[in-house]
């Protein structure tokens, strides 16, 4: 029964898989379904092509030689074919000669059905290309699908065999390409690369062991004793413990930091990145890893943090000084003015809470009045001649308190010229100044001293000078016969004039001694009342000799412990005061005591002392008044007060002017500290 | 003796030892001499004297009133005693002293020969 049928059956992939018995279930997945294309106009060929359905494989009946060399030349992709003999295509076997001319057809397996009795030898062009099975009649289905199923089986082992070259050559190539790019690495980076194999127990390194670590070629491939030998001791039980534990799993990565050892001995901080990879039973074959070098990174981080702190502390120390020193410090953008400044600065204009903001105006607004021209003057000045200015000016705070500020600022201009900038500090000059007004004070009152100083020292030797010339011509033998009579008198102004000249310079000593802290007090127990006896007749001729009088009223002993001399010295400057300024009239001395102080007063009823020159006249180098008042050098009060306080002492005036002064010395009895 | 028809000369000075010996002196070199301790007496004595001084001689430094505010009050008197000549008998060496309106100054310590030919200069 010959049935022609064209039958051309395909399972789809999905439909094959589930229809794939469970022996196939091992095939490779990517595998296409395996095609058998069956040549034959026999009628069984419809049974041959369902049993290869069956396991299966997608069967193609055709049945003439041309449709099958067309299926071949389409691009089909048959693992076997089938080849009835008995077809007129197949006379001297031609078609199996045709198919292994075709490109699809060249190495293919080949199975030729021969019918009965059919013994002609099988020789065909491109026969050797392939396996060709010949299947002898009867052509009973199973047999023709059992030998068939032979061939398929043939050409998927050698197909899966070159799968698996294929695959081995692509694995290949990775592997080339992943090495290539791990040398790549190392070279990139520098890093040290490696590949411990634990089975043989040697490490391979890249060429960083060379470059970077200074090792020789020959350590490329090394023992892992050498990484052991060559970690830093210290780190080495920390490392080998890390190990274990990467090599034990269950985490295939770790990350450990150690020192390793330099060839030249130094040693490096690594950062060791290992990857472990293991067998099927989870044992670890080999750690692949990469160590980076730290060592330049650490002190890179090292000197960025040192620089870091020195620059903060060097910002500390400034803010602490410019606080310390009260200094503020500005920064005055132009052309806009627009400033910035520190809370110091907005302090000292008197907001210990600094404003929210600060112009130009509210620097005019502090300004005092007066300065306010100058400080602008000095500012627009600065910025037209791109320079500097250093100036002080007065500020009146919100409490109304008037300040002297010193400022100092710097244009700053840029690439082109133009000033885009002051900057400049501020800081509290009141304290400056009030000293520098005392040190005017000070030196006007010395000038005015030295003045006062050469006309009192001139006085005496101007009078002795002119007593002495008396003299000579007095004894010269011309002279008027009289003459003689009055050296005698001469010789004594001459006595008094030379002590008062020695008075003088023992004044400015005390006064150069009180000012070094000198003046030493030589205590001894004397009675004052005693004391005030023997000044008041010691000086009773020099007052009677200019008109006036000088009583003392010193009743009782007043017994203390005090300086003799420097008391003595007390009472005779304030008796030639009283001399001085009592014009003519009487002077009164008193002594009295109670029980811890002891009190003497020396009056006079002379022109007396207004009111606001009473302090004054204690002071160094003070007079009341310089020309209508001369005679003394100011010192005497400066130094009588000196010497009381020393003493524990104090001494006061009271006077009206027009009707005299009193003067109050009062000393404690006890004896003051030494 | 002075010589008659000599006029007197008036010498401002506060410092009693100074005044006395110059008067002194100034006596036996025959000049008749009107003395003053400070300024207030000597306007008083030019004022009240009977003849006027040929010569006033002037310290500076005088209580009461010194020899600077002296010679600012002689220049407001009447012209016969404003145009007396003074001559400064000067301790300070200071330029102060030297714009005053005088025709001469003495430094202290005095040279006795100085004085008596500036003294001539004036009063014969």
């Known amino acids: ?35 058998v294309l069956i040549v034959s106009d026999c009628a069984d060929v419809e049974e041959l092509a369902r049993l290869h359905r069956e396991t299966g494989v997608d069967a193609t009946v055709v049945t003439t030689g041309y449709q099958a060399i067309k299926m071949l030349a389409g691009g089909e992709d048959y693992a076997a074919a089938a080849l009835d003999a008995r077809l007129p295509a197949m006379a001297n076997l031609g078609l199996a000669a045709l198919i292994r001319n075709c490109e699809h057809g060249r190495n293919l397996p080949l199975g030729i059905l021969l019918p009965q009795g059919d013994e002609r030898p099988v020789r065909f062009a491109g ?34 065999l070159v799968l698996e070259r294929a695959e081995r050559h692509r694995l290949e190539a990775a592997l080339r390409q992943s090495e290539l790019r791990y040398r790549m690495i190392g070279a990139a980076t520098r890093d040290l690369l490696y590949d411990w194999d634990l089975l043989r127990n040697t490490v391979e390194w890249n060429h960083a062991i060379c470059d970077e670590y200074g090792y020789p070629e020959e350590i490329l491939e090394s023992a892992f004793d050498f990484w052991y030998a060559h970690t830093h001791p210290e780190d080495r039980a920390r490392v080998s413990a890390a190990l274990d534990q990467l090599l034990r799993g269950p985490e295939s990565r770790r990350e450990i930091t150690y020192r390793f050892r330099r060839a030249d001995g130094s040693y490096a901080e690594v950062v060791d990145r290992g990857y472990v990879l293991r067998d099927s039973a989870g044992k670890a074959v080999r750690v692949l890893g990469a160590m980076q070098d730290q060592s330049a990174q650490k002190q890179a981080e090292r000197t960025l943090r040192e620089r870091e702190e020195r620059f903060r502390r ?18 005055i953008d132009l052309p806009d003015w627009t400033i910035w400044r ?33 400080v602008r003057g000095n500012q627009d000045r600065a910025i037209r001649e791109r320079g500097s200015y250093a100036h002080e000016f007065r500020v009146v705070w919100p409490d109304g308190s008037l300040h002297w500020l010193a400022s100092a600022g710097r244009t700053e201009c840029d690439a082109e010229g133009r000033p885009v900038k002051i900057i400049g500090t501020v800081r509290d000059a009141t304290e400056t100044k009030a000293i520098e007004s005392e040190l005017r004070e000070a030196v006007r009152a010395r000038d005015e001293f030295l003045s006062i100083a050469s006309h009192e020292l001139k006085t005496p030797l101007t009078a002795i000078s002119l007593q002495a010339q008396i003299i000579r011509r007095a004894t010269q033998p011309n002279a008027p016969p009289n003459a003689i009579e009055r050296v005698p008198t001469l010789v004594d102004q001459m006595d008094r004039q030379v002590r008062r000249l020695a008075r003088l310079v023992d004044d400015m000593l005390d006064i150069s001694r009180l000012a070094l802290g000198k003046l030493a007090l030589h205590l001894e127990t004397f009675d004052l009342a005693e004391l005030a006896r023997e000044i008041v007749e010691r000086m009773a001729p020099e007052i009677t000799s200019i008109g006036s009088t000088l009583s003392l009223d010193a009743a009782e002993p007043v017994i203390g412990h005090w300086d003799r001399f420097r008391i003595d010295q007390v009472l005779v400057n304030l008796l030639t005061n009283a001399a001085r300024y009592g014009e003519g009239k ?23 002392i207004a009111f606001e020159d009473q302090e004054r006249i204690f002071q160094r180098f003070e007079r009341v008044a310089s020309e209508a008042t001369p005679g003394g050098l100011g010192l ?39 | 003796m002075p010589p008659p028809g000599r006029k007197p000369l008036l010498l401002v000075e506060d410092e009693p030892d100074i005044r006395e010996s110059l008067r002194d002196l100034l006596a036996d070199a ?50 016969d005693l404003a145009a007396i000549p003074v001559v400064v008998l000067s301790a300070a060496k200071d330029s102060a002293t030297r714009n005053l309106a005088t025709v001469g100054r003495i430094e202290k310590p005095i040279d006795l020969d100085e004085l008596l030919e500036c003294v001539k200069r004036y009063c014969g």
């Not at chain 1, 500390?316 to 410090?329: F, I, K, N």
């Not at chain 1, 002077?587 to 009823?605: G, P, S, W």
């Not at chain 1, 009060?637 to 002492?649: D, K, N, Y």
């Open chain 1, 127 to 160: 026969q050797e290309n392939a396996p060709v099975e010949l299947i002898r009649q009867p052509l009973e289905p199973e047999r023709v699908r059992g030998k068939l199923q032979w061939l398929i089986e043939h050409e998927r082992r050698q197909r899966a």
């Open chain 1, 342 to 374: 520190d809370e110091q600065h907005d302090r000292l204009f008197g907001h210990e809470v600094p404003l929210p903001e600060w112009t130009r105006e509210t620097l005019l607004a502090h300004v005092h009045p007066d300065d306010r021209k100058r």
């Open chain 1, 636 to 674: 005497g009060l400066f130094i009588v007060r000196q010497i009381l306080e020393l003493h524990e002492g104090s001494i006061r005036v009271e006077s009206v002017l027009g009707e005299g002064s009193l003067f109050i010395v009062e000393l404690p009895r006890a004896t003051p500290r030494p």
């Open chain 1, 586 to 608: 009487p002077i009164e001395v008193a002594v009295r005591a109670t029980a811890t102080q002891a009190r003497l007063t020396v009056r006079d009823h002379g022109r007396g």
């Open chain 1, 314 to 331: 060097g910002q500390e120390r400034l803010q602490r000084a410019t606080q310390a020193a009260r200094v503020g410090v500005w920064e």
């Open chain 1, 1 to 35: 029964m010959k049935r022609l049928s064209r039958l051309h059956m395909r399972l789809g992939p999905r439909m094959a898989g589930l229809a794939r018995p469970a022996a196939l279930d091992d095939r490779p997945a990517d595998l296409e379904p395996l095609k």
């Open chain 2, 30 to 79: 025959g000049y008749p001499v009107l003395t003053a301790a400070n300024g207030r007496e000597a306007l008083e004595c030019l004022r009240t004297s009977p003849e006027r001084p040929a010569l006033i001689l002037l310290d500076l430094m005088m209580p009461m009133m010194g020899g600077s505010t002296f010679l600012e009050r002689l220049e407001q008197e009447p012209k």
